[in-house]
């Protein structure tokens, strides 16, 4: 199983959550070996066993037994509970509901949702909710800023996909911490909720989440995770007090250009009715913070291709979260995608090798992987524009029944952009075109002008994204100074 396998290592890296803690200044070597643990059991395991403060594991068990107890004095569900999927309202659930044909009765914890559009809640909610929220948000967005520093990324890449922090007045939060109990006894009625087909109990059932990373615990084994290997095993059999799982989704997934693969998990939803033959059976409860993307983001790969990453077809163009979250893909969709690099995760037994010998091993490697260079940024703008050309501006003229006619470059910036009528005045402002940007086809536009024309025209690119593309080499030099301790 990689390096991982061959240093002996047979299960997911424990790590705790303060060794993740970036500061500024020089790296620490407890943070280094951190990050490389948690890079090589994500590649290896698709799972990595975070161990929060010890302050922090009371309000989770505290929580967990709250949830427990919370929904062991629900009565039977009833129909009005019955949650139906609705891709479009996936950042929308909060409070209390059912999802019989998988076994499990969820509450919803929302900041900014509770009591809105109907998710009006009536009953005393577990107790800590909120408390907790804050305290595993900060931590998965710690991990997240590891996973972006083993990646050789900038800092704080993935922040303009997150929520605010705090949130503004009026927000509401996409994250979600989702409590869960599975098979609790005289909860469901098949007969009544279910449908023939789904009235048979299901072994297993595999998924992958949407979100960007999923920090879970458990108050009993049942979660199975796929390996790199394409094996099952059991993640949460021997979790400690402060032990959570954490795991990934297809969101990051997107905004890594298939470098990170997501975490497919399955539930055994027999399994708490083998246990507990000759026990008392109670079902198995959860708690889970969700790290989501806002749905109004754009999920791109800019980040990684400014970290030198070569980005394969299937990811090159940036996509709307909110669109992103209607995709259905099975598990073998995602494994069969082609063109996705592997990548290989730096092993921490390497932290201690000289700088010397790993600068020059990072030349090597350098000089090795120049022909899988990214675009340069000049063409990669003038190919974005193009398409956005094609897709929306070619849209809205065939909408109106415009036909476009370009001007010469040099005669739009003298003449008509400062004139009060000009031959492209009525096309400009029929099309809203941008202002100041000359009326002439994309692909002979400057560089900063097609900045101009994306940033009006395609959410997804913004000045600060494009002068990190028209800076892909100064970045490299940088993240090549921070090589020693990350690469061979």
Same mark, same amino acid.
């Given at each position: 199983?990689?390096?991982?396998?061959?240093?002996?290592?047979?299960?997911?890296?424990?790590?705790?959550?303060?060794?993740?803690?970036?500061?500024?200044?020089?790296?620490?070597?407890?943070?280094?070996?951190?990050?490389?643990?948690?890079?090589?059991? +994500?590649?290896?395991?698709?799972?990595?066993?975070?161990?929060?403060?010890?302050?922090?594991?009371?309000? +989770?068990?505290?929580?967990?037994?709250?949830?427990?107890?919370?929904?062991?004095?629900?009565?039977?569900?009833?129909?009005?509970?019955?949650?139906?999927?609705?891709?479009?309202?996936?950042?929308?659930?909060?409070?209390?509901?059912?999802?019989?044909?998988?076994?499990?009765?969820?509450?919803?914890?929302?900041?900014?949702?509770?009591?809105?559009?109907?998710?009006?809640?009536?009953?005393?909610? !577990?107790?800590?909710?909120?408390?907790?929220?804050?305290?595993?948000?900060?931590?998965?967005?710690?991990?997240?800023?590891?996973?972006?520093?083993?990646?050789?990324?900038?800092?704080?890449?993935?922040?303009?996909?997150?929520?605010?922090?705090?949130?503004?007045?009026?927000?509401?939060?996409?994250?979600?911490?989702?409590?869960?109990?599975?098979?609790?006894?005289?909860?469901?009625?098949?007969?009544?909720?279910?449908?023939?087909?789904?009235?048979? +109990?299901?072994?297993?059932?595999?998924?992958?989440?949407?979100?960007?990373?999923?920090?879970?615990?458990?108050?009993?084994?049942?979660?199975?995770?796929?390996?790199?290997?394409?094996?099952?095993?059991?993640?949460?059999?021997?979790?400690? !007090?402060?032990?959570?799982?954490?795991?990934?989704?297809?969101?990051?997934?997107?905004?890594?250009?298939?470098?990170?693969?997501?975490?497919?998990?399955?539930?055994?939803?027999?399994?708490?009715?083998?246990?507990?033959?000759?026990?008392?059976? +109670?079902?198995?409860?959860?708690?889970?913070?969700?790290?989501?993307?806002?749905?109004?983001?754009?999920?791109?790969?800019?980040?990684?291709?400014?970290?030198?990453?070569?980005?394969?077809?299937?990811?090159?163009?940036?996509?709307?979260?909110?669109?992103?979250?209607?995709?259905?893909?099975?598990?073998?969709?995602?494994?069969?995608?082609?063109?996705?690099?592997?990548?290989?995760?730096?092993?921490?037994?390497?932290?201690?090798?000289?700088?010397?010998?790993?600068?020059?091993?990072?030349?090597?490697?350098?000089?090795?992987?120049?022909?899988?260079? !990214?675009?340069?940024?000049?063409?990669?703008?003038?190919?974005?524009?193009?398409?956005?050309?094609?897709?929306?501006?070619?849209?809205?003229?065939?909408?109106?029944?415009?036909?476009?006619?370009?001007?010469?470059?040099?005669?739009?910036?003298?003449?008509?952009?400062?004139?009060?009528?000009?031959?492209?005045?009525?096309?400009?402002?029929?099309?809203?075109? !941008?202002?100041?940007?000359?009326?002439?086809?994309?692909?002979?536009?400057?560089?900063?002008?097609?900045?101009?024309?994306?940033?009006?025209?395609?959410?997804?690119?913004?000045?600060?994204?494009?002068?990190?593309?028209?800076?892909?080499?100064?970045?490299?030099?940088?993240?090549?100074?921070?090589?020693?301790?990350?690469?061979?």
């Amino acid at each position: 199983m990689g390096a991982m396998a061959a240093a002996g290592v047979t299960s997911p890296a424990r790590i705790k959550l303060k060794d993740l803690v970036a500061i500024d200044g020089l790296s620490s070597q407890d943070y280094k070996i951190a990050v490389a643990s948690l890079s090589q059991s +994500l590649r290896n395991f698709n799972a990595a066993i975070i161990q929060v403060p010890q302050p922090d594991d009371v309000l +989770l068990r505290c929580v967990l037994d709250s949830v427990r107890m919370f929904f062991h004095s629900k009565p039977m569900v009833g129909a009005d509970n019955v949650r139906a999927e609705d891709p479009q309202n996936w950042n929308r659930t909060a409070g209390y509901y059912a999802e019989p044909q998988h076994f499990r009765e969820v509450f919803d914890y929302r900041p900014g949702r509770m009591n809105v559009e109907g998710a009006v809640v009536t009953e005393l909610p !577990p107790t800590g909710l909120p408390e907790l929220f804050a305290i595993l948000g900060n931590a998965t967005r710690v991990c997240l800023d590891a996973i972006a520093c083993s990646l050789e990324m900038r800092s704080f890449s993935f922040t303009d996909l997150l929520d605010n922090m705090p949130l503004k007045p009026g927000e509401m939060a996409t994250s979600v911490l989702s409590s869960c109990c599975h098979n609790r006894p005289g909860a469901h009625h098949p007969a009544n909720l279910l449908t023939s087909e789904q009235g048979a +109990l299901q072994l297993y059932e595999e998924d992958a989440d949407k979100g960007l990373l999923t920090l879970m615990k458990s108050d009993k084994p049942g979660l199975q995770i796929r390996d790199l290997q394409g094996r099952w095993f059991v993640v949460d059999a021997d979790l400690g !007090p402060q032990d959570m799982i954490l795991y990934t989704g297809t969101s990051l997934y997107q905004a890594t250009g298939g470098y990170l693969s997501p975490s497919f998990h399955r539930t055994d939803n027999n399994a708490d009715l083998s246990q507990a033959q000759g026990s008392i059976h +109670l079902g198995r409860c959860t708690v889970a913070f969700k790290l989501m993307p806002r749905a109004t983001a754009i999920l791109h790969c800019s980040a990684m291709t400014a970290a030198g990453h070569a980005i394969g077809s299937p990811f090159q163009h940036p996509v709307a979260v909110h669109d992103f979250m209607q995709r259905t893909q099975t598990m073998d969709q995602l494994l069969a995608r082609p063109g996705v690099p592997t990548f290989s995760f730096t092993a921490p037994v390497e932290v201690f090798v000289p700088a010397t010998s790993q600068l020059k091993a990072a030349m090597k490697r350098k000089k090795q992987v120049s022909r899988g260079k !990214p675009l340069a940024p000049s063409k990669r703008l003038r190919l974005e524009a193009q398409r956005v050309l094609k897709e929306r501006v070619q849209e809205i003229a065939d909408a109106k029944g415009l036909k476009i006619r370009y001007c010469n470059l040099k005669e739009c910036e003298e003449q008509h952009l400062n004139a009060a009528q000009s031959p492209c005045g009525h096309l400009r402002e029929a099309m809203n075109w !941008p202002v100041g940007v000359p009326f002439v086809h994309p692909h002979d536009l400057p560089n900063k002008a097609k900045q101009a024309f994306l940033e009006a025209y395609e959410p997804g690119w913004s000045a600060n994204q494009d002068s990190e593309l028209g800076m892909v080499e100064v970045v490299q030099d940088q993240h090549g100074q921070m090589l020693p301790f990350l690469m061979k």
